[in-house]
C-alpha cells in the first residue's frame, strides 16, 4: 500500500498531472494521458519505458 504522503508527491513523468491508485491496487493511473505505471512490492515504478497506456 502507497501512502497519501507519497501519492501527493507524485506526478507522471509525461506530461506532470497527478496519478491516482487503480482499483486494483497494482498501479498508478494518470488521468491526463492514460498511462499506467506498475507497483512492484510495494514501490511505485515511474519509468515511461514500463508504463502501459490504458485504451479506456
Do not use: F
Not at 507524485?10 to 497527478?18: D, M, N, R, Y
Not at 482499483?23 to 498508478?28: W, Y
Amino acid at each position: 500500500m502507497i501512502s497519501q504522503d507519497l501519492l501527493d508527491l507524485l506526478v507522471c513523468p509525461v506530461c506532470k498531472k497527478p496519478v491516482a491508485v487503480n482499483a486494483n491496487g497494482g498501479s498508478l493511473k494518470c488521468g491526463e494521458c492514460r498511462r499506467v505505471y506498475p507497483i512492484q512490492d510495494d514501490i511505485p515504478i515511474m519509468l515511461v519505458d514500463a508504463a502501459t497506456i490504458d485504451p479506456a
